[in-house]
């Protein structure tokens, strides 16, 4: 299980699991190999579910993010 955090307040926000994580992996930019966190806005989860995001994920994400702006989120394999 992944556990997917607020980077600012370390606030959980849901659980994805691998193949899930992958995809972010896949589909999304990272600073480093050691890169753990991720800027979601609502352009972000239309681009990933254009690109075959599992439903289960554009739900949770269109959740994290709400209606604010955007959502620094952090995974850690728990």
């Not at 926000?13 to 691998?18: F, P």
């Amino acid at each position: 299980m992944i556990e997917l955090r607020d980077k600012q307040t370390n606030e959980l926000l849901g659980t994805i699991d691998d193949d899930e994580l992958r995809f972010l992996v896949d589909e999304l930019e990272e600073e480093s190999s050691s890169d753990r966190d991720y800027y979601i806005s609502a352009d972000t989860i239309d681009m990933l579910e254009e690109d075959g995001a599992p439903e289960s994920l554009i739900s949770l994400l269109r959740r994290i993010v709400g209606s604010e702006e955007g959502v620094e989120v952090r995974w850690a394999r728990v």
